[in-house]
């Protein structure tokens, strides 16, 4: 089996060092059963105060948010450095909350095997960045507050190549990118079904389409929601097909590091507003008129007409009013970034409101 696996100068320094590397970041070795296992001595040892994150963004003026690098739809900077997605999107209705201003953000974008070590560090004070909540994570590194969007893993193909089922990438070489959940679950995957398979990892998208297009590999393998952006990426994207089966779970969830439980409440009841807001019929382009008229019981809670729910989290009474003025509800978020009116065309699927027959789902304002 041949593994190719560039490493990031940080992991290599570590090392060097005689650091214990964290296990979301070390290698893993396609040829025996893997977990996700993270060692906790060598990750709550970080610098970043657990404490009054709060405090420390108001007292700072601004939230500094990690995202992804670059993943269509979720946070893709522009010429001037202007981000947008839905990751973005859920920093900038965090700032809305605190600062009334979806401009309080600044957004380092952070590798794959690099974003928990920047949380612990303190370097980023939320981690929003298409991460999957599995228990390693939470128990050693962090919390994840809320599920922000489900997704699950999948495969690009070429259309030439005629395959339909994932079992049929017996033998098959696969890129993917290292410090994922993409390859500890696809080891699993063709373990199980006695299947084998080479494995080439790179440290980030931009090398691992690169690998792909270039013939490397026979599939690009990682979360179904990044695959449709990097499809539109190739030369041809009318020549590659997403497979439909996905072989996981991957929840995504914002990342806030343990033991600020202010700040976790925050951050969980800031994908929950945009939830709430969106079933009771709260949108960007009617907030002032649902504020205005005297809209259902539920709605003047969520609106802080009643109440004074904000408060209890460290906000304004008005905090939900504010994000959906300046981002949306969550439905918005999703139609701007990853909707049938964007390129990618991503079905709402399992990221419907748990009414409409998926699984996103905000508990009662009041
Ligand atoms: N959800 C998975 C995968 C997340 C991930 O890092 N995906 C890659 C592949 S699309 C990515 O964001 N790459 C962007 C980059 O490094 O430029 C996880 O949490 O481990």
């Not at 990751?87 to 600062?99: E, K, N, P, Y």
């Amino acid at each position: 089996m041949r593994v190719v696996r560039p490493r990031p100068a940080l992991l290599l320094a570590l090392a060097l060092l005689g650091t214990p590397l964290p296990a979301w970041a070390e290698p893993a070795k396609t040829d025996s059963v893997k977990t996700d296992s993270v060692k906790t001595d060598a990750t709550k040892t970080g610098t970043g105060k657990a404490e009054g994150t709060l405090a420390q963004v108001k007292a700072r003026g601004h939230l500094v948010c990690g995202v992804s690098p670059g993943v269509a739809g979720f946070s893709v900077p522009d010429g001037q450095g202007h981000w947008t997605g839905l990751d973005v999107d859920f920093c900038r209705a965090l700032a809305a909350a605190i600062f009334d201003s979806p401009e309080a953000v600044r957004f380092i974008p952070q590798s794959s095997a690099a974003r928990f070590t920047a949380l612990q560090s303190g370097e980023i004070d939320v981690l929003a960045r298409n991460t999957t909540w599995t228990l390693s994570r939470d128990t050693a590194a962090m919390n994840f507050p809320a599920i922000t969007f489900y997704d699950g893993q999948g495969f690009l193909v070429r259309k030439a190549l005629n395959i339909g089922a994932v079992k049929q990438l017996d033998r098959a070489t696969i890129c993917l990118q290292q410090g994922t959940t993409t390859e500890l679950n696809l080891a699993d995957w063709f373990r199980t079904r006695g299947l084998t398979y080479q494995v080439v990892t790179f440290a980030n998208s931009e090398q691992t389409l690169g690998a792909y297009e270039s013939g490397r590999c026979d599939a690009y393998s990682t979360d179904q929601s990044s695959l449709y952006g990097e499809r539109l990426k190739t030369a041809h994207p009318d020549e590659h097909v997403i497979l439909s089966e996905a072989i996981s779970k991957e929840p995504f969830a914002p990342g806030v590091r343990q033991g600020d439980d202010q700040w976790r409440d925050i951050v969980a009841w800031t994908h929950y507003a945009m939830l709430d807001a969106e079933e009771a019929g709260i949108r960007q382009d009617n907030v002032e008129q649902m504020r205005r008229e005297a809209p259902s019981p539920d709605a003047r809670r969520i609106l802080g007409l009643e109440g004074g729910y904000g408060e209890r989290l460290g906000l304004t009474a008005d905090w939900v009013a504010r994000i959906v003025r300046h981002v949306g509800n969550y439905g918005d978020s999703f139609a701007r970034n990853l909707g049938d009116g964007t390129p990618l065309k991503i079905p709402r699927g399992l990221n419907a409101l748990w009414n409409q027959g998926g699984l996103q789902y905000g508990p009662p304002i009041r």
